[in-house]
């Protein structure tokens, strides 16, 4: 069972991987999602097995299999609010964990998963009428 924080990682690389292939069509994404399945990796288990991923889609697409997962390194930094501070050319797999450690030990949580929050990313205090007569006397 993993840590509650290592599933929003997870869901998250899923998130970023689909939003990745949904930019290339959907088509592509049909076939990409298809072709993983038939290899041994279901759409479920992207997330945790991104490395088989990574090889799965160099071995069948060659170099052009980075544009892909280079967009999804791109959309999970833009959804931990980190700065992007690799290049195209760079190793995108240790780039990868060097993001997931990151994200593990400074708790880190994705955008996404703060939608319904006010503006300022915080919850408002609530305040509840009280009889104490300091409060009363101060009004």
């Given at each position: 069972m993993r840590a509650p924080l290592?599933?929003?990682?997870?869901?998250?690389?899923?998130?970023?991987f689909n939003s990745a292939l949904e930019g290339m069509g959907q088509t592509v994404r049909e076939v990409i999602i298809d072709h993983l399945g038939k290899r041994g990796i279901p759409k479920v288990e992207?997330?945790?097995?991104?490395?088989?991923?990574?090889?799965?889609?160099?071995?069948?697409f060659g170099t052009s299999a980075r544009i892909i997962i280079y967009k999804t390194?791109?959309?999970?930094?833009?959804?931990?609010?980190?700065?992007?501070d690799f290049t195209y050319q760079d190793s995108l797999r240790d780039r990868f964990i060097l993001l997931?450690?990151?994200?593990?030990?400074?708790?880190?949580?994705?955008?996404?998963?703060q939608?319904?929050?006010?503006?300022?990313?915080?919850?408002?205090p609530t305040?509840?009428?009280?009889?104490s007569p300091m409060l009363v006397r101060a009004q």
């Open positions: 290592e599933t929003f990682f997870h869901d998250t690389v899923s998130y970023c992207i997330s945790t097995r991104f490395d088989d991923v990574v090889k799965v889609l160099t071995d069948t390194m791109i959309e999970l930094h833009k959804e931990y609010s980190l700065r992007m997931r450690d990151r994200v593990l030990a400074d708790h880190l949580m994705p955008r996404h998963s939608k319904g929050l006010p503006d300022d990313q915080f919850l408002a305040y509840y009428p009280t009889s």
